[in-house]
């Protein structure tokens, strides 16, 4: 019964997500297990890549293999790994499993099998249960049965994510590129999904592009990641950090300098232009620049050359260029802090990086990544959060964004151990240790998102009106699966209006 369900989802027009997801719950309940884990290695981690059974913070885990000797044992065998309840090695989701949520015990009965694709090694799939002498011989001769259908799902949602990269490939009409998988932007909410299937579309442009977001939502990931789905992947990706450049050096860091062209310049430089040429140059922070610096940026770009300080010649450069700022550039336009000219050259594709209050519950997926980091660097045997923690952290509404979110975790590691944890329990994290400087809602009370908003910063009469426009299309997307002529429905106003709107406020 079971091959019959695994061989339909095979043939079956399902999203590779979708697919995997079933077939892991499919999997569970066909060993009345607690939990089934099917992760993807990435050189030397394992990424979860379909789970059931964990805690959400259990997909943001990159468990380093070389310190889970249980996931090492299993990678290293072709055949199904079961250790027994009083087996000594630590297991990995110690604490993870959605029924340890008021009683954080550890696993008793583990079983594990690595997969293959094309003969290389994939990853591997893990069965958990809290019950004693749930997986017995039997269970183990079944599992390597099932991986054969398990590598089956595998290979096609490979052959499919490889057939939508050759379409892509095909309408930019560049059969020589061949885009890396990105990997480093956690979540699953659709706000980050949207914004990734936009950025992949126009990574294969060269387009210049913008990237506008409040400080620590991570736009040197996105950055990174454009550069990744691009045909210049191979060349270099060279980011200037502009809000760290002094005046005084910013242009021979930028164009670089001949030798004597000023006190200390002992020996020619190339700048960071001639560095990326043929590859990508991320200005972060870019709204921080001079305004003399501005204006030999701005002729860069437009003529595809530099001119090194003191040098007469200048020099051609093939760079695509992407910017980030967390200002309001507009109005640094209107107040004279910002030139127009490179405001719109740079603008030539603005995205808007949404904050970590509207990813929902991409919050537990981060946080489940900080804190394995934390475990490893703590030596902790487990690291986890009460639900009441869960629910501070979505309750929560972090002007500070990811970066904010990783000190907290952090912070709360260390705290726990200060307070008398000690490294070989599984340590359960609680509201207190988090120390969250604005009050928390209670459980069930609904979050008033203009609240948020005003506790984050200051705004205008329009800037206020602005956010309440985004809120209310997101939502309203949300809600419509993202096909834009029902959510114009769902606000009542006109699909072309809504579209033009969304464009004005960043959303598209």
């Known amino acids: 019964?079971?091959?019959?369900?695994?061989?339909?989802?095979?043939?079956?027009?399902?999203?590779?997500?979708?697919?995997?997801?079933?077939?892991?719950?499919?999997?569970?309940?066909?060993?009345?297990?607690?939990?089934?884990?099917?992760?993807?290695?990435?050189?030397?981690?394992?990424?979860?890549?379909?789970?059931?059974?964990?805690?959400?913070?259990?997909?943001?885990?990159?468990?380093?293999?070389?310190?889970?000797?249980?996931?090492?044992?299993?990678?290293?065998?072709?055949r199904t790994t079961r250790f027994p309840p009083d087996a000594d090695l630590p297991d990995?989701?110690?604490?993870?499993?959605?029924?340890?949520?008021?009683?954080?015990?550890?696993?008793h009965d583990c079983m594990g099998i690595s997969l293959y694709v094309e003969g290389e090694p994939w990853g591997v799939l893990t069965l958990d249960a809290l019950v004693a002498g749930t997986f017995d011989t039997a269970a183990c001769l079944v599992l390597e049965r099932y991986a054969l259908l398990v590598e089956a799902a595998v290979r096609v949602s490979r052959l499919e994510q490889d057939l939508r990269a050759l379409r892509m490939?095909?309408?930019?009409?560049?059969?020589?590129?061949?885009?890396?998988?990105?990997?480093?932007?956690?979540?699953?909410?659709?706000?980050?999904?949207?914004?990734?299937?936009?950025?992949?579309?126009?990574?294969?442009?060269?387009?210049?592009?913008?990237?506008?977001?409040?400080?620590?939502?991570?736009?040197?990931?996105?950055?990174?990641?454009?550069?990744?789905?691009?045909?210049?992947?191979?060349?270099?990706?060279?980011?200037?950090?502009?809000?760290?450049?002094?005046?005084?050096?910013?242009?021979?860091?930028?164009?670089?300098?001949?030798?004597?062209?000023?006190?200390?310049?002992?020996?020619?430089?190339?700048?960071?232009f001639e560095a990326a040429d043929g590859g990508t140059l991320f200005l972060d922070e870019v709204g921080e620049l001079p305004l003399s610096i501005q204006a030999k940026l701005l002729r860069a770009l437009q003529e595809g050359e530099v001119q090194r300080?003191?040098?007469?010649?200048?020099?051609?450069?093939?760079?695509?260029?992407?910017?980030?700022?967390?200002?309001?550039?507009?109005?640094?336009?209107?107040?004279?802090?910002?030139?127009?000219?490179?405001?719109?050259?740079?603008?030539?594709?603005?995205?808007?990086?949404?904050?970590?209050?509207?990813?929902?519950?991409?919050?537990?997926?981060?946080?489940?990544?900080f804190l394995e980091i934390n475990r490893m660097r703590l030596g902790v045997r487990s690291l986890r959060l009460s639900q009441e923690a869960e629910e501070a952290l979505l309750s929560y509404a972090w002007p500070g964004n990811v970066r904010e979110l990783e000190h907290v975790i952090s912070r709360a590691a260390i705290k726990a151990l200060s307070q008398g944890e000690h490294r070989d329990d599984i340590i359960t994290l609680v509201p207190e240790w988090l120390d969250l400087p604005h009050p928390i809602r209670q459980r069930g009370d609904k979050v008033d998102k203009a609240q948020v908003s005003r506790e984050i910063a200051p705004q205008s009469l329009r800037e206020r009106v602005e956010e309440s426009q985004r809120y209310a299309i997101r939502d309203a997307l949300e809600a419509c699966n993202g096909v834009w002529a029902e959510a114009a429905r769902y606000l009542s106003?006109?699909?072309?209006?809504?579209?033009?709107?969304?464009?004005?406020?960043?959303l598209k």
């Open 309 to 369: 300080l003191g040098e007469d010649t200048p020099r051609r450069v093939d760079v695509r260029i992407i910017a980030a700022t967390n200002r309001r550039l507009a109005e640094s336009v209107r107040e004279g802090g910002f030139r127009a000219d490179l405001y719109h050259r740079l603008s030539n594709y603005p995205v808007a990086i949404p904050p970590l209050r509207e990813r929902g519950g991409d919050v537990l997926v981060l946080a489940g990544h």
């Open 169 to 272: 490939i095909r309408q930019e009409g560049d059969l020589r590129f061949s885009p890396p998988e990105a990997r480093d932007i956690l979540g699953h909410s659709t706000v980050l999904q949207r914004l990734l299937h936009e950025l992949d579309v126009v990574a294969a442009s060269d387009l210049t592009v913008l990237l506008v977001g409040e400080t620590g939502v991570g736009k040197e990931l996105f950055a990174r990641r454009l550069h990744q789905c691009s045909s210049r992947y191979k060349a270099p990706l060279v980011q200037v950090n502009c809000a760290a450049l002094p005046e005084s050096l910013a242009e021979s860091e930028l164009f670089g300098h001949v030798k004597g062209a000023f006190s200390g310049a002992v020996s020619a430089r190339a700048g960071r």
């Open 1 to 78: 019964m079971l091959d019959e369900t695994l061989l339909a989802d095979l043939i079956a027009d399902l999203p590779s997500a979708v697919r995997l997801q079933r077939l892991v719950r499919t999997l569970r309940e066909e060993f009345c297990c607690g939990a089934v884990c099917l992760l993807r290695l990435d050189e030397d981690a394992l990424m979860p890549v379909a789970v059931d059974g964990l805690v959400r913070e259990g997909l943001g885990r990159r468990f380093k293999v070389s310190h889970h000797p249980r996931l090492a044992t299993i990678l290293a065998s072709r």
């Open 92 to 107: 990995p989701y110690d604490g993870l499993v959605e029924q340890q949520l008021d009683q954080p015990l550890h696993v």
């Open 493 to 506: 106003v006109d699909p072309s209006n809504l579209h033009k709107l969304a464009q004005r406020l960043g």
